[in-house]
Structure formats: C-alpha cells, structure tokens
C-alpha cells in the first residue's frame, strides 16, 4: 500500500492507522541526525553539568568567590540531585499528558534560566546560598525533564533497526560533556582570575543550549504521541513532513504492509496511578527488569565517578590540581563504550548485549579490586582500568535507559522513565557516600577493595537480571514490544506481544 493513500482513518470513535509502521520503514536520513543532534544534548549539558559543578566545588570555599564551608559546598550537589528527581517525575507526567515536543522545549529553558543565574549569585551569607541552592535546583529539574521527554521523542520517531543503536549512543554522550566539562573548566580555573572564572565556568552549559535552541524548535511532535492522543490531523501532518524530508535526502519510500494498521481509542490522559497498575499488574517481571538494571548502574557509577580523584590522591598520592586530568581517559572509554558497541544492540540483541556489558564490567571490575589490593596498579593502570571496565559499563547503563523507555506502552513511557530515574538517583546517592568511608584518609586499602567487590556484585546482578528477565526488543516496533493502553483488542497486529509473558 502506498503511503500516500494511506491515511489515518476514524471508526465509530477509534482511530485505525498506519503511522507506527511508516515511522520504522524509513531509512536514515539527514532529519533523524538533525533530530539526534537537538535533543541528544540533554546529556551532554549534564555531563557538562556535573563535571564543572565538581571542578569548580573547592574553588567556592575561597573568601574571592563565596567563602562557603565545605558541608555547604558539598550540599550543592545534593540540590541538583534532588532537582533531577522532582523535574524528571514532574515533568515526565507533563510530557506524558502535553505532547513530548512542548515539554523538551521548555525544561531546556528551566535549565538554561537555572544555570545562567547560578553563574550571577553574588556576596555572602544566607540569602547568597539561597538563591545559589534554588538556582542549583532549577537547572537540576530542568535536567531531570529532559531525560523523561527526550528518551520518549527519540524512541518514538527513530525507526525500529536503528533504535537502540541511537538510544545508546545518545545516553552515552554524557560522556562528551563531561570532556568538554573538564576541558572547560581546566582552563578557565587556570587562565581566568577565579573569581570570574567558576561563573564562566557555568555559563558554558547556557551557550551550549542555546545553540541547539533553534535545532528543536523546528522538530515536529511525536506522530504517536499524536495518534494515541486523538489528533489524527496533526499526526498525518507530521509524519508527511518527516517522509518529505527522507524523500528529500534521495530515498525511496517502501510500500507499507497494511497488516501493520494499529486500532486505538484516543487516550485519556494517564497519571502516576496508571502507571503503578502497569507495572505491578500488567508488567511486574518489567518492572523489577527495570529497577534492577537503573539502581546497580547508578549505584556503580555515582560510587566511581564521585570518589575518583579522592582514590588518586590518598591511595597513589596524585595532586589534587591533577587529579581532574585522569578523568579524560575515565571519560574517553566510557564515550567510547556506547559508541562503538551500540549497533551490536541493534545485531546481537539485547539480551545479550546488555547481560553482558554489565557481567563484563562487573567482572573486570572484581579483577582489578584484586589488583588494587595486592598493590599491583598505579594512578596510570587504575585510571586504565577503569576506563576499560567503564567501556563495557557505560554501554550497559545507555540500555538501561533504553530499556526503561521501550518495554512499556506509549502512554506511561515518560513517566516511566521519570520514576526509574528517579530510583536510580536515589540508590546511586547512596554509592558516594558508603565509598567515601571506605577511603577515608586512605589508610586502609582493605575497606576499599571490599567495596570494590560489592559495586561488581552488582553489576553482575544486573547482568544476571537481564539475561533472565530480558525484553527482546530489538528491530521490533514499539507497539509490538508493549502494546498501547488505548488499543482496541484484537486490532493490533498480529505479532504484537500484549502480555509480558510472551517476552
């Protein structure tokens, strides 16, 4: 059937269409990399986020930028953490009842007005704290927005083969900021009089949004999204305009199988009760899936990344002015990761992929817990370590992510994003602080590498999770691989899994 004699069709109340399958029959083409380069920044801005806050957090104590104690110091980070939780619940609920499009144009804004006026807290005392704390939670919350919205938009309109490759990559990219973080923030502590220098430091976020401001302006809502919310118009416009923007790029549309029209009732709008019956009702083996592969990932990762430089400096003596190089090579393989392993997620699978990105790490990482405790590493072979552990971890985290996003249905997905993020951060807050103990002053390695033995027993937990409750997922569409709330039974196609048992 020809697309263009294919359009969306209304029944006695319900929509019959044939988007879905229009969307995963197209090829690549310029629109979906311009779409990857506007909303794909999300992680890169908090990579970018987190890497310059962290820089910049002992050069705030200083009586020539806000003489803050170090406990106040330290409770910025908490802020922003917080900020993340509230934006991602709050503003997945919106993207799930507001359209995707709405929503990551305006957390980026949350985030933009956040940052930009962290970089102008002025003077000392209570209210100087203040607004620096409220302007840490703004731009946290407009972060944790993006993260619901932008996962859910992506995989909407990426077509099915390319999804997790794309997914992957894009997630990993948090990485690419935390590069440029580092740069950044390198040269402006060193370069610039420190009293301006952290405020430029924080302005770097702001520029970099508003580059990719106008990108986003002129990506069209999800076609899906549309469909299940009743605006038929709107979603036939939009994916026109996607298929004229292929077409454009020299591509020749394939016909679409009419077997491949979905039957819905428009959606009403579902809540954060929806979702709790979805998950512990209709996906309870998902939903621990889901839990499982965000905390042990979050879990690993805030316990490294967080206590890096404090391993460096008290175990193998390396400056503290030094210690942020290594975290390029740190950075560099887990950017590496999710870009050179992601189409395999696409090949392979990802049960298999995924299972064993986390058993890789989680093993590599038991090995060199050994070699630390045996006194075998220096500052340059644990920093190689890591690098190779986190170039398999870095990949798994990614698809924890695209996991959480495409193994439950359209109506909740944001949201679904949003309440296992929201778990990840809280259980991964607890990593920085259980392996600060363990390091102290670095008088007693053995504490350390036990520590190291339980971040890679989780991440083989994970693993071992995935590789039994592991959703199929790849090159399906996203209705086969959980069937839309508002679907009306029996009109779906015919391979369309509606129960999680048949995954």
């Known amino acids: 059937m020809s697309v263009r004699s294919s359009p969306t069709l209304s029944r006695q109340g319900s929509i019959r269409s044939l988007i879905p399958a229009r969307i995963d029959r197209l090829g690549w083409a310029p629109f979906h990399t311009r779409m990857v380069l506007a909303l794909g920044t999300a992680w890169v801005l908090d990579g970018l986020e987190i890497t310059i806050a962290g820089a910049i957090a002992g050069i705030l104590t200083e009586p020539a930028t806000l003489g803050l104690t170090v406990t106040q110091v330290a409770s910025i980070a908490t802020v922003y953490l917080i900020g993340e939780v509230f934006g991602a619940l709050f503003f997945g609920r919106l993207s799930d009842a507001l359209g995707r499009r709405n929503l990551f144009l305006f957390t980026l804004g949350v985030y933009l007005v956040g940052n930009a006026l962290t970089a102008f807290t002025w003077g000392s005392g209570p209210g100087a704290l203040a607004f620096l704390y409220l302007t840490r939670f703004v731009a946290g919350a407009g972060i944790g927005g993006e993260y619901a919205a932008i996962n859910s938009a992506i995989d909407e309109m990426i077509p099915a083969k390319y999804r997790g490759r794309v997914d992957v990559a894009v997630n990993g990219t948090y990485w690419l900021g935390a590069l440029l973080g580092t740069l950044g923030t390198f040269v402006l502590l060193n370069q610039v009089e420190v009293s301006l220098g952290w405020r430029l430091g924080f302005l770097l976020g702001p520029v970099l949004g508003l580059l990719i401001w106008r990108l986003r302006r002129h990506l069209p809502e999800s076609p899906r999204w549309l469909i299940i919310h009743g605006r038929e118009r709107e979603a036939e416009a939009n994916i026109a305009f996607i298929e004229r923007e292929v077409e454009e790029a020299g591509q020749t549309l394939a016909p679409v199988d009419p077997g491949r029209t979905i039957e819905i009732h428009p959606a009403e709008r579902h809540g954060y009760l929806s979702l709790l019956r979805v998950l512990f009702t209709d996906y309870p083996a998902r939903a621990v899936l889901g839990a499982t592969l965000m905390i042990t990932q979050s879990f690993l990762y805030n316990a490294i990344f967080f206590t890096y430089a404090l391993v460096l400096t008290r175990f193998y003596g390396v400056d ?184």
Do not use: H
Request: proline residues 5%; hydrophobic residues 55%; contains cysteine.
């Open 320 to 503: 503290s002015a030094a210690a942020p190089l290594y975290l390029i090579a740190f950075a560099v393989g887990n950017l590496a990761g999710p870009l050179l392993l992601g189409t395999l997620f696409d090949t392979l699978g990802r049960k298999p992929m995924i299972a064993g990105t986390y058993l890789v790490s989680g093993g590599l990482l038991a090995v060199t817990a050994f070699l630390f405790d045996a006194g075998a590493l220096t500052a340059t072979t644990q920093t190689i370590a890591w690098s190779m552990i986190f170039f398999f971890a870095s990949a798994g985290a990614s698809a924890a992510y695209l996991t959480v996003s495409e193994i439950f249905p359209l109506e909740v997905r944001a949201q679904a994003i949003a309440v296992f993020f929201a778990i990840a951060q809280c259980f991964g807050a607890i990593g920085p602080v259980f392996y600060g103990r363990l390091i102290g002053e670095g008088e007693d390695p053995d504490k350390l590498f036990m520590g190291y033995l339980v971040g890679a027993g989780a991440m083989i937990v994970g693993g071992l999770v995935e590789a039994w409750l592991g959703v199929p997922a790849e090159q399906r569409a996203l209705e086969d691989v959980a069937a839309p709330l508002s679907a009306v039974d029996g009109a779906l196609p015919a391979v369309t899994a509606t129960k999680p048992e048949l995954d």
